[in-house]
Structure formats: C-alpha cells, structure tokens
C-alpha cells in the first residue's frame, strides 16, 4: 500500500506493567515494475506495536503511529488491562512474547512480523511488513495474517454466509473472525472496520479508520473454546427471557388495529389451542401521524396501562419497537429541539429528514443529557407496562448520519449505543434475569444484548429463507449466542411452513402477521395444521432451547452452530451450510427448496430421528422427502434431552414436569443435561450411566413429576421405582425420587 506506513527495523524493545513496547523505523512498500517485486523503502517517522495479555490464552496487540484523536474524544473499543501472566524472553533471533502456552515471536531483523505459537507449534503468523499505519493524509490503521490452504474462518455478524470464502470483504459487522485453525481475532473497535478475507493474497487484511489499531488474538484446543474466550474479553450475555409456549407474534407497523381487537383474537386463538404467549407491536402503538416518538395512540390503545394488564392476565408479555427518532408533530418535539438534543449538522442546525412518516429529527444519543432523556421515555413505556423493547434502527438514520456528520466514529457507535441504552432500561425496570431486547443492528461490545434480529433484505422466497439460515448461524459464529427469526406470511403454504420449521428450532422467533388471520380459513389447512404442530413441538422443546441459551449466556457458546466447529476432525463436515447443530445434541436439516428434499450430513455414530426414532449410523449422507408438518432433527449419541410434558402448564416451574429421553447410550459411558429454571435462577441435572446391564439415573434439584425415555430399548426387566412402560420407540418410567436404578434383561 503506497499511502500507508509500516514498521521496519526494531529501534528499541521495553516491558514494563505487563506490556511490551516495541519502537520500530518507518517503510513504504512499493512495486518495481521492472523486476515486479515489492521494494522496501525506509522513510521518516516511528511506529510503536504493544503487546499484552488481556486474557488466558489471549495476546493483544495495538500498532499507532502518531496519535491525532484524543483518546478520551471518542470510546471505540471495550477497555481491556493487561495481565500480571505475561513475561518476555529473548533469543539470538527473536524476541519472544509468552501468555502461558501461548506466544508471540518478533523477529529481531529483516521485516517486521508476528509469528504466534501454542505449545511450540506455529499457529498463525502475520504477513512480513503487514502491520501499517495511515501517512499524513490517511488515518488507517491495520494488519494482516496469512491464511493456511485448508483454513476455514466464520464470523464478521450476518454479513453472507456463515462460511467465509476467500475473496470475501465486510465493511462493518462485527469484527471477530474464528478461524478452523483454533485461534481468533478480534479487532477491538466500534468504528467501521474494514475486513477482506484473501481478497489480497492468502490473508486476512483489516483495518479502522484511526492512527491506532487493537486486535487480540485467540487460541484454544477447540474453535468452540474460543467463544468462551471472546466472552471473557467482550462480556456475556444478559439472561434473556424466554417463553414456556404458545407463539410469539408480531404486529408490524399496523395502524388500524386496535386494543379491543388483539383481545379478542387472543381469546380465539387461546380456544383453539394456540395461546399467545409474547405480543411484539412493532411500532403500531403509535399514531399514524406520529409513528416516531412515544406517543400511544389513544384513539385505539384508550389506556395503556389498562391494556397491559389484560394482557398479563392473559399471561402475555408484550414488547414495543423503539426508535431513536421524533416527529415534529410529537408534542415533544419542541422540547427536544430547544434543548438541543437532535443531531446537528457542521453549521450546528438540527438534521429534520422529510419521510414516508413526516418529518423527523434523530436523537442525539451520543450527547449525554439527549441520551437520558431518551431512556427517561423508554423507562415510562416500561413503568406503565411494556416487557420488551426492540431496538429498531431504520437504515435512512445510518444514511442521514453518515452525510451529515463528520466524526465516523460517532456515527458508527450510534446503533451500539442505543442497544446498550434499551438494555439498561430493562434491566433498571425488570431486573437482570429475564429482559429480551432484540437488536436490529449490533456492534462489538454489545454481546450482553440477549437477541440480535436477523433482518429480510429479499421478499419471501427459498433464496431469502436460505440467506436467514446462513444468517443465523453466522451470528452465532460471531460471538452473538442467541438471535431471532422472524417468520413473514407468505399465501405460498409449502414457503411459510419452511420457514415456520427453521424459526421453530432457533433461540427465539416472531411469526409476523395480524392475529385475525391465523384461522384455517385464512391461512389454509396445510398451514394452518402446521402452525399448530410445530408450536406444540417448540413448547416440548423449549426446556433444551433455554438450556442452550443459558449455556451460550454463561459460556458465549452460539445455540445455532456450524457441524464443522463441533465436529472439527471430521473433514466431511467440513463447509456444510444447510445443517446446523441446535445446541450440543440437536442436528437440525432445514428444508430449502419448493420440492421438499433434504440432503444431509450425519456425523460419525449411532444418531436418532428425534421423531421417528430411527436409528442411522454415520458418518453418511442421507437423502429425505420431508412433509409440510415437520423437519429433519436428529439426536446426537449419548445424549439426554429434556421436554416438558403436554399436562405442564407456563405457571409449573420449569424443573417439574420433564420427560427425559435417553438416546443411545453406550455401555461404560454416562450422559446428562442441564435444565434451567426462569432467569437462570436455578437448575436441576439428570445424569445416566450405562454399566453392563445396569442403568444408575440420577436427578439433583428436579420436580418429583418426571419420567425418563430409553430410546429404542427394550430389553429393561426391572426398575427400583414405578413398573416400565415399553412404548412403539423404548420403555418409558415414571418416578419422583433422586434416584432410579434400572436393570437389563
């Protein structure tokens, strides 16, 4: 790069408070036509490249050349302290920087570069002369590590795919990238990065738009360790609430609707069977001419606080969408401009952008006395009711703010800065343990925002259902444990059912569409009769689905997973784009086509159809016709999954009424799971171990109302509590003690 600088020769080496400092001389690369080399050309200045250990098994590393921007001007990175484990050594070639097991080796001459090893064995190395920095016209700042032939990297948020290609190049997201190998980066900023993955040579390239750049770089013995480490440096994820049945519906931006008619279908639905369980409103709460502020529509909602009651005593909870703009014909509005609290432009007037909804002005958020006062109203909405908040960041507010302000980092820190301030809204009004703030838009550093939305840029199609897939699991490969579908209504049946099926087996969804149209009549039987199959499923399930996203709010651990970063030595799940793993035992193969086929990959071991019960050996490819009413599950070897029984209601505890079904467990092993009660507030373990021809079952902190399920066995003689009942697929037991010691026959 002709326009940046990079460091040269070593001029000076210091450690002292845990970090090395290395001052080097300044080169330029350039291209000599005539040989078509790259020609090395020492030029004035110096650039400083610190390393620390912020985390066990971590190495940070920050590169500046000279500083322009105060740092206190604008925050852009999660404050991260080095460590008292570092120490540094040197050898006759190079300098040797150690976190434990983990180090990084400076040359001592030729070209600066930084060769990292775990364990004696070479991981990742930078390109030689990669780091750079911007000249006096540029403020870029970046780095480059070489990329293996065989290497994998996913992440970077929903930025395509969850598998990122050689040639692929993100502006934005978020800037974390896991690599096959075992070891991740995370280029440490809210300001918009700049990542290319082998669009300049076989390495990753990136940047950020200031004179100082921070990366930490990750190693683990497994990718999904890393997650864990990235959940050390960027902070978990608040407990989010999750609900025990029914469906989760959204009324987008309908502004017709009104208090006395979502009643009334929430009567009807409960008597047929399909209770609402969480109500999002979107902004249909609002006026039709002031659809941006926090104003209800009176005319329709004719008590808010009254209208939330009713449905609490329905047993909903309901979220609003909340967006960081006003209508100038709010009565707020005078206010807000007098104060001073919208977004100005560099002649100091405020920016009022001429919409589909009128005339709006953003809030400053980035302004302090703005900011609060913009809580101040979402703390109302909340005081007087709400549950949930939805971040909404219309793109046009990105727009607007990219042409009219001039400081890029406030501009890019603006929708992380509304995801922090909702969170910190519900967190004051509900506690810690049971929010659900969904992120439209989300940025490094806001990984404790429970659910980040994965948005529909293309109409409802299979090509739009297979991106949101990608989607899904990318984010969850970027560090963003949990996420949510929203499911669109399509009058095409066999496309809605296909993407009921995927939200279905994801963390959290909303099926989008007014309550008076979900009947048979409406909809049609096929969707219909789906709808309501696939609920019943997801209500079972959702004892396995919070533990999963505990694990991932505990452990940063994605709930929707790549095959590949947990199979990691099977090469044949290797790229797999069409499957995913829901937790650690769930493989689900959602169908993507209008013919109703799925080819899928089941890994090595005896699996099950979690709804036929049959039993497939892998590692194999199988092919399958898959019916509107269900999806390809299959259950991992030695596992146990837990569901609530259909006589469990939402007001039993989470810990009561589970059955526990027990899938091919192998003799001299033991296999156990984890279930959660509300708020992670506490939890209760069952744990089988097979020896010989007994089987020991052990429940620590459960309900007295269990059973457990041995999948495909038969053979059981006897059990200390409660007589074996066999079934078309096992033999099922009830029992209400700790302990359960079954015998084979």
Not at 429 to 450: E, T
Request: hydrophobic share 40%; charged share 20%.
């Amino acid at each position: 790069m002709e326009s940046t600088i990079h460091p040269d020769r070593i001029e000076s080496v210091a450690f002292s408070d845990n970090i090395l400092s290395i001052r080097c001389f300044c080169c330029v690369y350039k291209e000599d036509i005539a040989s078509q080399e790259r020609v090395r050309t020492q030029v004035p200045g110096r650039i400083t490249i610190e390393l620390f250990a912020p985390a066990a098994k971590t190495i940070g590393v920050k590169v500046s050349s000279k500083r322009t921007v105060p740092r206190a001007k604008a925050k852009v990175q999660v404050p991260l302290n080095a460590s008292s484990g570092s120490n540094v050594e040197e050898t006759e070639s190079s300098i040797i920087f150690k976190n434990g097991p983990f180090e990084a080796h400076i040359a001592k001459t030729g070209e600066f570069r930084i060769s990292y090893f775990y364990c004696g064995r070479l991981v990742v190395s930078e390109s030689a002369g990669s780091a750079f920095c911007g000249s006096a016209n540029r403020s870029v700042s970046g780095a480059s590590l070489e990329i293996a032939p065989d290497e994998h990297l996913f992440g970077l948020g929903p930025a395509g795919a969850s598998v990122l290609r050689n040639g692929t190049r993100v502006k934005g997201g978020i800037p974390l990238i896991i690599s096959s190998a075992s070891y991740g980066i995370f280029v440490n900023t809210t300001l918009s990065s700049d990542i290319s993955v082998g669009a300049d040579g076989m390495a990753t390239t990136f940047s950020v738009p200031e004179d100082e750049i921070e990366y930490e770089v990750m190693i683990g013995d497994s990718v999904m360790e890393l997650f864990s480490t990235f959940e050390s440096l960027a902070g978990n994820t608040v407990v989010p609430y999750v609900p025990t049945r029914g469906i989760t519906l959204k009324i987008d931006n309908n502004y017709s609707i009104t208090a006395d008619e979502i009643m009334q279908s929430v009567r009807d639905l409960t008597t047929i069977g399909l209770p609402i369980t969480e109500l999002w409103l979107g902004g249909s709460w609002h006026p039709s001419y002031d659809r941006a502020g926090f104003m209800w529509d009176l005319a329709r909602f004719k008590h808010d606080e009254g209208f939330a009651r009713l449905l609490h005593d329905a047993g909903i909870k309901f979220g609003l969408a909340v967006t960081p703009t006003i209508s100038d014909g709010s009565p707020d509005y005078s206010e807000v401009l007098d104060c001073g609290y919208l977004v100005k432009d560099e002649s100091g007037k405020a920016i009022v952008l001429s919409t589909d909804v009128g005339n709006v002005g953003i809030i400053d958020l980035n302004d302090l006395a703005a900011r609060n006062w913009f809580t101040n109203q979402c703390d109302v909405l909340l005081n007087r009711g709400a549950d949930f908040l939805e971040a909404d960041m219309p793109a046009f507010i990105l727009k607007a703010l990219e042409e009219n302000v001039k400081d890029s980092a406030l501009v890019t820190a603006f929708p992380g800065i509304l995801n922090t301030a909702l969170l910190e809204c519900e967190i004051r009004a509900r506690g810690r343990n049971g929010v659900s703030v969904i992120a439209n838009s989300l940025r490094a550093g806001n990984q404790s925002i429970p659910f980040g939305n994965i948005l529909r840029t293309k109409p409802a199609d299979y090509c739009s259902l297979t991106q949101t897939l990608r989607s899904a699991v990318s984010m969850g490969m970027s560090g963003i444990p949990a996420v949510n579908i929203d499911v669109p209504y399509t009058p095409d049946s066999t496309l809605f059912c296909r993407w009921l099926e995927l939200a279905m087996f994801a963390p959290h969804y909303r099926l989008v569409m007014p309550p008076e149209q979900i009947t048979a009549e409406y909809m049609g039987s096929e969707a219909y009769n789906a709808l309501k199959s696939l609920s019943g499923i997801r209500g079972g399930l959702l004892p396995y689905i919070y533990s999963a996203i505990a694990e991932g709010s505990s452990y940063g651990l994605p709930v929707m997973r790549l095959l590949e970063s947990e199979f990691p030595r099977d090469v044949f799940a290797r790229g797999i784009e069409n499957e995913y793993m829901l937790g650690d035992s769930l493989l689900v193969a959602p169908v993507l086509n209008a013919e109703g086929e799925v080819r899928a990959y089941i890994p090595g071991g005896s699996w099950t159809d979690m709804f036929t019960y049959e039993r497939i050996q892998g590692p194999r490819y199988i092919n399958r016709k898959v019916d509107t009413d269900t999806i390809p599950v299959f259950v991992r070897p030695n596992s146990v999954i837990a569901t609530r029984t259909s006589d469990a209601t939402h007001d039993h505890s989470m810990l009561d009424g589970l059955t526990f079904t027990c899938f091919s467990l192998a003799d001299g092993h033991t296999a156990g799971c984890e279930v959660f009660e509300h708020g992670m507030a506490s939890s209760g373990i069952l744990k089988v171990t097979s020896e010989g021809s007994k089987i020991t079952v052990e429940a620590h902190n459960l309900g007295k109302r269990k059973r457990i399920v041995f999948a495909g066995v038969t053979n059981i003689v006897s059990s200390s509590e409660s007589i074996p009942e066999k079934t078309d697929y096992g033999t099922m037991i009830n029992f209400t003690g700790n302990e359960l010691i079954v015998t084979l026959g």
